[in-house]
């Protein structure tokens, strides 16, 4: 079974440095593409960027181009997203998924991580 | 810009549901379908704008190509109250989603 579980809620203050993950399980980790997606209320759903973690092939949306980074562990079939100066507007609930079965269109989810950042 | 209609569509159990959504420009057949419950993660439901994914009911089809795209669900059962989002994925890096449409039994 198809599972990616996410790390857990973090509430974090303004210009403070986070890393989430996302741990997949039951396929093969390198041979498809993880997405990192925001969810804000009232502004519905938006990708952050992918990651293939074969060759660790990383790409990101102009949005958030600099903003974040996204990296993968390979040893432990892992991948991150990490901010290194949280702003407020940074609070959100992010998902992984998994790239499957075309390029472009994610069939399963993690469960989401809430981050709340708040002084 | 992926334009989605309507906000809301409330529909019977059994009756036929319709939802919406167009594209600015052309994105060939590169459209997914989600479902999003309340506390729940994004559900792929179609991809390549009218394959099912592996384990949705065949009451959910979709349609369309270029900008104009819909998602049907044929029979709606009390279980398919939720939030649909067409997702087009067309270029890297404009996948975009829609704004949702919110499917509520009446």
């Known amino acids: 079974e198809v599972q990616l579980v996410q790390s857990g809620a973090e509430m974090k203050k303004p210009g403070d440095s986070l890393k989430i993950s996302c741990k997949a399980s039951?396929?093969?980790?390198?041979?498809?593409?993880i997405a990192w997606v925001r969810q804000m209320p009232g502004r519905g759903l938006e990708y952050m960027g992918i990651?293939?973690?074969?060759?660790?092939?990383?790409r990101y949306t102009p949005a958030f181009e600099g903003q974040v980074t996204i990296s993968a562990d390979k040893s432990i079939s892992t991948v991150f997203l990490q901010w290194s100066s949280l702003k407020a507007s940074d609070s959100a609930l992010y998902f992984c998924?998994?790239?499957?079965?075309?390029?472009?269109?994610?069939?399963?989810w993690g469960q989401g991580t809430q981050v709340t950042v708040s002084s | 810009v992926m334009t989605q209609s309507p906000a809301t569509l409330s529909v019977s159990p059994g009756e036929r549901a319709t939802l919406s959504c167009r594209a600015s420009?052309?994105?060939?057949?590169?459209v997914a379908w989600y479902q999003q419950k309340p506390g729940q993660a994004p559900r792929l439901l179609i991809y390549?704008?009218?394959t099912r994914a592996i384990g949705i009911p065949a009451r959910f089809s979709g349609s369309g190509a270029g900008t104009e795209f819909t998602l049907t669900i044929s029979s709606l059962q009390s279980e398919d109250a939720a939030v649909y989002y067409c997702?087009?994925?067309?270029?890297?890096?404009?996948?975009?989603f829609g704004q949702g449409t919110k499917v509520e039994i009446k």
């Open positions: 390549g704008s009218f």
């Open positions: 998924a998994r790239g499957a079965p075309m390029f472009g269109s994610f069939d399963n």
């Open positions: 990651i293939y973690p074969g060759d660790s092939d990383t």
């Open positions: 997702q087009q994925h067309d270029k890297w890096p404009t996948w975009t």
């Open positions: 420009q052309s994105v060939m057949s590169n």
């Open positions: 039951g396929y093969s980790f390198t041979g498809q593409w």
